[in-house]
Every structure is written in C-alpha cells, then in structure tokens.
C-alpha cells in the first residue's frame, strides 16, 4: 500500500476522491486486511475512521444517523443507555461492517444489516457526494444505491453517513447451547427452531471436532423466553460469539448461503472432520484443510446447491468461488462502470 | 383476420407471431382498460397490450420491442397509486397477469416460487393449509400482484413488526430490457457472500430496470394468536401519543392503524361499515399476534395505554369474523373515501412517529388554506401518513388547489425529517416532488443506476426520475403540478 490518507470529515474525502487518479483502497479499522484479495502497488488506503460522530439518535423512533467510520462499540454503548439496540451481528466500524456484512442475518428473516440500512450520505471515486433513502423507516423514494453499499466491500462507493433502523432491546432474553448432537438431531433441532412463528433473535449450528451444537438466543417477554426454551429442551449457556471459523495453516475458509435442508448434502461434499459452520438467515462457513479441498468443494457446489468463495486463504485466491449468475455479474459489472468508471476503488 | 393484419403496424405483425392473436391487443377499444392506475389523473393509452404466460414468451417479446426501440411497461394488477404501470411514449403494456402459477412450495425451508401475476392474497391462500402465509399486506392484496409489490416495494398494515416487500424477497429470475436473463438472489439468500444485494436494490425500482418473472419469497409460519384492539378517542393527538405509548412499552405489534374522524364517518356510510364510533376524532386499530400468553399480556397493557389517554370507547374483536368487521372499515377507507368525490388524490408521506401529532396538524392548516376535503387514514406506527383529498378532477381550479395542497403536505414530510413516500412510489405523479428530497447529484447517481440496468430507458420510460431534457413525452400530470409551480412562483 502507497500510503495512508486519513480524512477528517466526508467534505475532506470527497476533496481527495477528487484530486486521486491512481487507486484507492477504502478502510475502517481494517480488520478485514486479511480477507480481500491484495492490493496493486500504488494503491492508496483511505482510512475512515476519523469521520466518528453520531449525528443523531431518535430512540423513540428507533432511528439513528451515524459516520461510517464511527465503531460499531460506541454506537452499542450509546444504544444501550437509550433501551435500543442495533439488531444484528458483526464488529469494526459501522461502514465496514455494512460494506462487508460478513455474516447476514443471524436468523431466517431476521435484521441484516441489509434490512438496517435505511439510507446514506456517501462519495463517488470522482468526489461526487450523493444521498440515498430516507432517515425514516419507510420511503420508497427513488432507487435504493444504499442497498449496493452492502457487501460492496468498498468498491462502488465511499459511505460517510449511514441512517440506521433501531429496536427496542428485547425484556429478557436467554442464550441456548445444545451440544453433543449427531448430524440428524443438529438438523431436526435448527430446522425446527428456524420455523417458529416466533424465532429466535439469534441460531447457529456448528460441527466440529467435539460434534454438533445448536446454539442461539431466545429473546422477549419472560414467559415466552421460558417456555421456547422447555418446549425445545434448550440448555442455558454463554453467549455464542464465535461467528466465524478460524483458517488453519494452509487450510481455507469457505463462506456461501445454503438452505437448512440441503445442509447434509453440503456436508457430504466436504471431508467428514471438516469444521462447520451455519448461521440461521442462511450464511455458512466451512474449514477446509488445503486449496486442492477447497476446489473440489467449489467444484460440487452446484450440486448441493449452494453458493460459495474462499473467504480466507492465499491472497490470489480470496472471493474465488462458484460462478455467479451471467446476467446478475454483467449487471454487477454494468454497476461498477456506472459508479466508478476508472476502477479507482479497489 | 386477413384484414385486421393488413393495418397492423409491422410491430404488432410480429407480436402476434409470438403470442397469438388473443393476447396481443392494439385496438383503442381494447386498450381502454389499460390507459392508467388507480392515478386517475395520469391517462394514456398504450400503444398495445401482451399478455404472455411464461418467461419465454416475455424474453421473445422484450427481444422484439428491444430491436424495434419500442419502450414497454411491465404491469401487475394496475392498482398503483402513482401512475407507474401506465404507458408513456407510445409504450406497449408487458401484462403480466397470466402469469399467476405458485411454482413452488418449500415448507421444511420456508420460500415460494412464483410466477409475478400471482395475487398477493392467492398466495396466502396457496400456503394457509400448511400454516403458513406471505406477510407483506398491502391493503389492495385481494387485487394486486406479488410482480407488483416487488416492484413497488410495497408495504401494508402489517408491515410495522414485519417489514416491506424487501425484507421478504429473497431472489428474482428478470427479463433484461434486451431481452436476456438475469438471477438474482437465491432461496437459500438474497446476496452470496461475494455479490452484491441486486435483488434489494431491485425491489422498489417501479418497473424501470427489467421485467421479473418468477420471484422467491419467504413464508411466515402463522402465530398462534391473534388480538384486534380498537380504541376512540376525542382528539387526534390523543391517538397519536397512544401510539408512541404502546411503541416506548416495549411492544411490538403486527399493526397500529389510524383513522380521523371523517374516514370514519365516510366508511360508516358506506358498504365498509363496521361499527366505528362515529362521534370520535379518531380510532386506533392495534393488532398483537404471538403465543397465546404472550399476547394476553400484551392485550392488557395496550387495553391500560388506551385508559390512560382517555379512550371514550375500547374494544377487542370477539372471534374471527368480528376482527373482520373492525379490519373491513381500515381496508375499505379509500374506497370509502372515493365515493365522496369523482376523483380521490391519495397522499403517502412519511414522518418520524414522534412528530405524527404535529404534522397532523399542519396538515389541517393546509387543507383548510387552500379549501379542500382533506381525509387521514394512516400506519401509524411506521409514521405513513395517507392524507387523502377528494375533489372534482372536471373542476380546473379544484384539481389546481388538490395540486397545491399535495405538494406542500409533502414538502412538510420532508421539513419533519420524512420521505414524499412510504409505499406507493414515485411513477409518474411525484417526478417533481422526487427533487425535494434528492438534489442533482442525488439524482443522477441514481440515473445512473438505471442505466445499468436499462441503458436505452426503454423499460418505463418517464417514471421515478425527472427526465427534463431527454423526456419526449411528459406525463399530463407533472405538467399539472408544473404548471401549479410556476403559478405559485409568480
Ligand atoms: C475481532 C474481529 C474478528 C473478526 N473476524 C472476522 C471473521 O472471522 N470473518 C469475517 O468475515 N469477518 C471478521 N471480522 C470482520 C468484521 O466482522 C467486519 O467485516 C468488520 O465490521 C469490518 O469492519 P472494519 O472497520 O474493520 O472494516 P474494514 O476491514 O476496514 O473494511 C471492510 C470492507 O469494507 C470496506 N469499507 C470500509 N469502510 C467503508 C465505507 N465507509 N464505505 C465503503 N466501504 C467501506 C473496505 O474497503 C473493506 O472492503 C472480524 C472483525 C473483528 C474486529
Ligand atoms: C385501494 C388500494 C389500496 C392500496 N393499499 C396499499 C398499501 O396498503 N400498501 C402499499 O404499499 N400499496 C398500496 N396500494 C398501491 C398498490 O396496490 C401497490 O403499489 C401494489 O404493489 C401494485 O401492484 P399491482 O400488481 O397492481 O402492480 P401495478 O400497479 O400493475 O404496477 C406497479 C408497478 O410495478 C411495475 N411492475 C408490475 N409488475 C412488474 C414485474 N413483474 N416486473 C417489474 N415491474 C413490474 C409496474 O411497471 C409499475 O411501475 C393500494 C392501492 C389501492 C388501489
């Protein structure tokens, strides 16, 4: 990287969009480093973490506007002390979190940071400053761009100010963590739970060596919370915050969306000991062992079916993965040449 | 037959080729019952109609229409509110209502497939057996279609504890307006994780970036109980502070609905009735709906909100056709409403919920300067006002003063911090009030947008975006409100 730019506020970026012509590569607190593919020597970083404030926070309406580089600790803490919450998973910076939306929703029609974004203030690679969507819940006022912030992971625009949609914080709320399952039990217990007319505000299903876990969060009025957990015999445990798998040396991680009742299928195109991960809006991750298993994976996707891409492994190899729909990339690609026609973001 | 070829335009010629003559209409008289929406107001006939039943059929004709320059419009049940699916520029009308079959069915995962003509309703209907349903719930649901609501990212009642359209689209198969394919999303989600959201950016963009053919949607499991509530009250305010009350507590209800005193009085004379109070300023609807115990709880301490901002009258449907008769009133109030009238202008601003009361008010001053008979039926819980004026559309000077208080009821959405619209779209009638929320710049990046989709605007052309310069052919009502404008402006 040729340098690290450190703008104080959108007007400061916007100004220095402008005068770049080389490329860019935008950050928050740069935890993601290790997830994208390397960047070309000449590329500049822009680091967005100076632009911090919140602008405003309407707890009553369940509505916020915060800088994109502000982290993602501080807005909870503020929240908090209001009685709301910013429904949904992942850490960094707001922006980073919602350009990379590494993990969707943690449950099937639950808040994503998709279903979050209510709109944003962002820049163009050419300095072009521009507003999407609305500060209240509901507009359908124009074409929603801020949906294309989310994972975008930097490369179609810069967002300095995100609207976010809040919630009130649940009045109890209680972590599950059912382990020692077999891979049918697993399965019968996520799917079951995934299909409540109440689900839970939180479900993930792990293998690994020790076998399968379903854990989760039940959240809401107090009985509710008691009687999900008899009905479904779900042991009380700590918080489940491993959200993603760990790359071994020379191994790989996985990531792709797959369906609850394909997930045997997925398991069987994988080596048994793989370790495993599924969130319950659909996001999995898969450790796999070596780039040689990684491809044969990739290879019997389709067949599963799911979609997939390497999320962590050599740098050449990141976002590798199975192909993505011809006219849904050429759109993508129609996209990036309407936003950033000199490639500038990378 | 011979003869009727003989005046078909080269065009037609070949869409009959491709569809038959049955559904390819062209005759004025035919196209009578395709010249607008429920926006009256925005008339034109299309220069044709095809009705194709498969995304095949709607590939070969998009292909055609593509090589002709021929713009098209998609179109669903036609019960848009802002002129969307209405034709400009001599475009051919893509309807899509033929294609209305419920290709799949998951319930272990929990998605449908289906084909865009399918009616919102039908599809609770296809699943009701299973316990299931779709939950976006637009009041015209017996009528409107799932293409439709995906395009207009449509929201309904229900959609403050269940989101919009979008938050229940998961994928779409579309017909690129050259005429090739594009999947986006996926039943298992709406983005991998190394693409983008396009199904998100998709839903919402009123029929001007491609046509959708089959799209995949999420199904709810049914609670376990429902509650209807509804309460009077003296004053509007009183209604509203109920709302932010119930929504502080903690509670999450399916649907806060609001409606003035003269909705009530207009729906209690008409076949809508349903036996609200009819002496009350206003009647708040609340919906809870959960397990059994769950809701009870709930139901007592909305019932206790009620008391507290001193309800005149408080009641809860005693069995299901009861909650039927209190929802026939809300669902029935434009219909209601439009027989006070020829024509209704219904308005869909937006504000934060905290600031209901105070633009209720306003917008009462507004309508009383510029004298006419303004109507409020609205989810308050989302803070979606539907203020609602009837008027003589044959009267210039009373169409003007519709004109002039729309725009400034939704200029004062946007002074509170709101949109110009919570769910029925841009499409033709606010092309000028788009620009009170989005300037230039604003506006181009999303033209911009568009053009990634539909790089010659041969899709809808002359909707959501004002196009000044390029536009050939500008709707009659933006040249209305323009005209108001300019008038205003001296
Ligand atoms: C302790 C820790 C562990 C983590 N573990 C994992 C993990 O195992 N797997 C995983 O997938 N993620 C992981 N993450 C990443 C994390 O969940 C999110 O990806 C994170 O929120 C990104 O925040 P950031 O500020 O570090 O973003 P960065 O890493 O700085 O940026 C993330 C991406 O977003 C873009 N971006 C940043 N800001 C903006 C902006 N304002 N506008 C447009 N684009 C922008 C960047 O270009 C980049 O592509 C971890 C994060 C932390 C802090
Ligand atoms: C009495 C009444 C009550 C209403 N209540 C509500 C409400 O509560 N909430 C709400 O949100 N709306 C409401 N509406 C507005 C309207 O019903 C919705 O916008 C609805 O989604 C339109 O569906 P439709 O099938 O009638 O689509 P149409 O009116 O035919 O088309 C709407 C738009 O979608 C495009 N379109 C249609 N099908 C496709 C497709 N397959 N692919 C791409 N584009 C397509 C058209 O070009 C057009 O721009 C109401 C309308 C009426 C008349």
Same mark, same amino acid.
């Given at each position: 990287?040729?340098?690290?730019?450190?703008?104080?506020?959108?007007?400061?970026?916007?100004?220095?969009?402008?005068?770049?012509?080389?490329?860019?590569?935008?950050?928050?607190?740069?935890?993601?480093?290790?997830?994208?593919?390397?960047?070309?020597?000449?590329?500049?970083?822009?680091?967005?973490?100076?632009?911090?404030?919140?602008?405003?926070?309407?707890?009553?309406?369940?509505?916020?506007?915060?800088?994109?580089?502000?982290?993602?600790?501080?807005?909870?803490?503020?929240?908090?002390?209001?009685?709301?919450?910013?429904?949904?998973?992942?850490?960094?910076?707001?922006?980073?979190?919602?350009?990379?939306?590494?993990?969707?929703?943690?449950?099937?029609?639950? &808040?994503?940071?998709?279903?979050?974004?209510?709109?944003?203030?962002?820049?163009?690679?050419?300095?072009?400053?521009?507003?999407?969507?609305?500060?209240?819940?509901?507009?359908?006022?124009?074409?929603?761009?801020?949906?294309?912030?989310?994972?975008?992971?930097?490369?179609?625009? &810069?967002?300095?100010?995100?609207?976010?949609?809040?919630?009130?914080?649940?009045?109890? %709320?209680?972590?599950?963590?059912?382990?020692?399952?077999?891979?049918?039990?697993?399965?019968?217990?996520?799917?079951?739970?995934?299909?409540?007319?109440?689900?839970?505000?939180?479900?993930?299903?792990?293998?690994?060596?020790?076998?399968?876990?379903?854990?989760?969060?039940?959240?809401?009025?107090?009985?509710?919370?008691?009687?999900?957990?008899? %009905?479904?015999?779900?042991?009380?445990?700590?918080?489940?915050?491993?959200?993603?798998?760990?790359?071994?040396?020379?191994?790989?991680?996985?990531?792709?969306?797959?369906?609850?009742?394909?997930?045997?299928?997925?398991?069987? %195109?994988?080596?048994?000991?793989?370790?495993?991960?599924?969130?319950?809006?659909?996001?999995?991750?898969?450790?796999?062992?070596?780039?040689?298993?990684?491809?044969?994976?990739?290879?019997?996707?389709?067949?599963?079916?799911?979609?997939?891409?390497?999320?962590?492994?050599?740098?050449?190899?990141?976002?590798?993965?199975?192909?993505?729909?011809?006219?849904?990339?050429?759109?993508?690609?129609?996209?990036?040449?309407?936003?950033?026609?000199?490639?500038?973001?990378? | 037959?011979?003869?009727?070829?003989?005046?078909?335009?080269?065009?037609?010629?070949?869409?009959?080729?491709?569809?038959?003559?049955?559904?390819?209409?062209?005759?004025?008289?035919?196209?009578?019952?395709?010249?607008?929406?429920?926006?009256?107001?925005?008339?034109?006939?299309?220069?044709?109609?095809?009705?194709?039943?498969?995304?095949?059929?709607?590939?070969?004709?998009?292909?055609?229409?593509?090589?002709?320059?021929?713009?098209?419009?998609?179109?669903?049940?036609?019960?848009?509110?802002?002129?969307?699916?209405?034709?400009?520029?001599?475009?051919?009308?893509?309807?899509?209502?033929?294609?209305?079959?419920?290709?799949?069915?998951?319930?272990?995962?929990?998605?449908?497939?289906?084909?865009?003509?399918?009616?919102?309703?039908?599809?609770?209907?296809?699943?009701?057996?299973?316990?299931?349903?779709?939950?976006?719930?637009?009041?015209?649901?017996?009528?409107?279609?799932?293409?439709?609501?995906?395009?207009?990212?449509?929201?309904?009642?229900?959609?403050?504890?269940?989101?919009?359209?979008?938050?229940?689209?998961?994928?779409?198969?579309?017909?690129?307006?050259?005429?090739?394919?594009?999947?986006?999303?996926?039943?298992?989600?709406?983005?991998?994780?190394?693409?983008?959201?396009?199904?998100?950016?998709?839903?919402?963009?009123?029929?001007?970036?491609?046509?959708?053919?089959?799209?995949?949607?999420?199904?709810?499991?049914?609670?376990?109980?429902?509650?209807?509530?509804?309460?009077?009250?003296?004053?509007?305010?009183?209604?509203?502070?109920?709302?932010?009350?119930?929504?502080?507590?903690?509670?999450?209800?399916?649907?806060?609905?609001?409606?003035?005193?003269?909705?009530?009085?207009?729906?209690?004379?008409?076949?809508?009735?349903?036996?609200?109070?009819?002496?009350?300023?206003?009647?708040?609807?609340?919906?809870?709906?959960?397990?059994?115990?769950?809701?009870?709880?709930?139901?007592?301490?909305?019932?206790?909100?009620?008391?507290?901002?001193?309800?005149?009258?408080?009641?809860?449907?005693?069995?299901?056709?009861?909650?039927?008769?209190?929802?026939?009133?809300?669902?029935?109030?434009?219909?209601?409403?439009?027989?006070?009238?020829?024509?209704?202008?219904?308005?869909?601003?937006?504000?934060?919920?905290?600031?209901?009361?105070?633009?209720?008010?306003?917008?009462?001053?507004?309508?009383?300067?510029?004298?006419?008979?303004?109507?409020?039926?609205?989810?308050?819980?989302?803070?979606?006002?539907?203020?609602?004026?009837?008027?003589?559309?044959?009267?210039?000077?009373?169409?003007?003063?519709?004109?002039?208080?729309?725009?400034?009821?939704?200029?004062?959405?946007?002074?509170?911090?709101?949109?110009?619209?919570?769910?029925?779209?841009?499409?033709?009638?606010?092309?000028?009030?788009?620009?009170?929320?989005?300037?230039?710049?604003?506006?181009?990046?999303?033209?911009?947008?568009?053009?990634?989709?539909?790089?010659?605007?041969?899709?809808?052309?002359?909707?959501?975006?004002?196009?000044?310069?390029?536009?050939?052919?500008?709707?009659?009502?933006?040249?209305?409100?323009?005209?108001?404008?300019?008038?205003?402006?001296?």
């Amino acid at each position: 990287m040729n340098g690290v730019a450190r703008p104080a506020n959108a007007a400061e970026l916007a100004e220095l969009l402008r005068s770049k012509s080389g490329p860019v590569r935008l950050r928050g607190n740069g935890s993601r480093a290790d997830r994208v593919p390397p960047a070309a020597t000449g590329t500049i970083a822009i680091e967005l973490r100076n632009l911090a404030t919140i602008d405003r926070l309407d707890a009553a309406d369940f509505t916020c506007s915060v800088d994109a580089g502000l982290d993602r600790s501080t807005l909870d803490d503020e929240l908090a002390a209001r009685g709301v919450e910013l429904p949904c998973a992942g850490a960094g910076t707001l922006g980073g979190l919602f350009a990379s939306d590494p993990i969707g929703a943690t449950m099937f029609g639950g &808040a994503s940071p998709r279903s979050l974004l209510l709109g944003l203030e962002g820049v163009l690679a050419d300095g072009t400053r521009f507003r999407s969507g609305a500060r209240v819940v509901k507009s359908v006022a124009g074409f929603d761009v801020h949906r294309l912030l989310v994972g975008s992971h930097g490369t179609l625009f &810069a967002a300095t100010r995100l609207h976010l949609r809040l919630r009130a914080r649940p009045r109890a %709320a209680a972590w599950f963590r059912n382990d020692a399952l077999d891979e049918a039990g697993a399965r019968t217990l996520f799917v079951a739970l995934r299909g409540l007319a109440v689900p839970p505000a939180a479900l993930h299903w792990r293998r690994d060596a020790r076998g399968h876990t379903v854990a989760g969060c039940i959240a809401g009025r107090a009985n509710h919370v008691a009687a999900t957990m008899r %009905a479904h015999h779900l042991r009380e445990g700590a918080p489940f915050v491993d959200l993603h798998l760990q790359r071994t040396p020379g191994g790989e991680v996985l990531g792709g969306i797959v369906l609850p009742s394909r997930v045997p299928a997925l398991l069987a %195109a994988a080596p048994p000991d793989a370790p495993f991960l599924v969130h319950g809006g659909g996001r999995f991750e898969i450790g796999l062992s070596s780039p040689a298993e990684s491809d044969a994976f990739v290879a019997a996707a389709p067949r599963v079916p799911c979609e997939a891409c390497i999320l962590l492994g050599e740098p050449a190899r990141r976002r590798r993965g199975t192909p993505i729909d011809p006219g849904q990339s050429r759109i993508a690609a129609e996209l990036k040449r309407a936003l950033d026609p000199d490639g500038i973001l990378v | 037959m011979a003869m009727l070829a003989r005046r078909m335009r080269p065009l037609e010629r070949s869409l009959v080729r491709l569809l038959g003559r049955e559904r390819v209409l062209h005759s004025p008289d035919a196209l009578l019952a395709w010249e607008c929406d429920g926006f009256t107001v925005h008339r034109r006939r299309p220069r044709a109609v095809v009705l194709p039943e498969s995304t095949d059929e709607v590939q070969a004709v998009v292909r055609a229409l593509h090589d002709a320059s021929v713009p098209f419009v998609p179109r669903g049940a036609g019960t848009c509110l802002s002129g969307g699916p209405t034709a400009n520029a001599d475009a051919v009308v893509v309807d899509l209502a033929r294609m209305r079959k419920v290709l799949q069915i998951s319930t272990e995962d929990l998605f449908a497939v289906v084909q865009p003509g399918v009616v919102n309703l039908d599809l609770t209907a296809a699943v009701h057996h299973l316990g299931l349903h779709y939950a976006p719930d637009p009041s015209s649901q017996s009528v409107c279609t799932i293409g439709g609501n995906f395009a207009e990212n449509s929201g309904g009642p229900h959609c403050f504890k269940y989101g919009m359209t979008v938050d229940h689209v998961l994928g779409a198969l579309v017909v690129l307006p050259d005429g090739s394919l594009a999947r986006l999303g996926d039943a298992a989600g709406a983005r991998a994780p190394h693409g983008l959201d396009l199904t998100g950016l998709f839903c919402g963009s009123e029929g001007t970036f491609a046509i959708a053919t089959e799209i995949t949607v999420r199904l709810c499991r049914d609670q376990e109980a429902v509650r209807t509530l509804l309460a009077s009250f003296p004053t509007m305010a009183a209604a509203c502070r109920t709302v932010s009350d119930v929504v502080a507590a903690g509670l999450l209800p399916a649907a806060l609905e609001i409606l003035d005193q003269a909705t009530i009085r207009a729906v209690e004379a008409s076949v809508y009735r349903a036996g609200y109070p009819a002496d009350a300023a206003a009647v708040l609807l609340v919906e809870l709906d959960g397990p059994t115990e769950v809701v009870a709880e709930e139901a007592a301490e909305v019932m206790a909100v009620f008391a507290r901002h001193g309800a005149l009258h408080r009641e809860e449907a005693s069995s299901p056709a009861d909650r039927k008769r209190l929802w026939k009133g809300r669902k029935g109030a434009f219909g209601a409403m439009g027989r006070l009238n020829t024509d209704l202008y219904v308005l869909d601003g937006v504000v934060p919920r905290t600031r209901l009361e105070e633009a209720l008010e306003r917008i009462a001053a507004i309508g009383r300067k510029h004298g006419v008979v303004l109507t409020n039926v609205f989810h308050a819980g989302d803070g979606n006002l539907h203020p609602n004026i009837s008027f003589d559309g044959r009267d210039a000077d009373q169409t003007a003063r519709t004109i002039a208080a729309g725009r400034e009821i939704l200029q004062l959405c946007v002074d509170l911090g709101g949109s110009v619209t919570g769910e029925h779209g841009i499409g033709s009638e606010k092309l000028e009030h788009v620009a009170m929320m989005y300037g230039p710049a604003d506006l181009d990046v999303m033209a911009r947008v568009r053009r990634a989709w539909n790089p010659r605007d041969l899709c809808n052309p002359g909707k959501v975006l004002p196009q000044r310069s390029s536009c050939a052919e500008v709707a009659k009502w933006p040249q209305m409100v323009a005209r108001v404008l300019d008038e205003e402006h001296g």
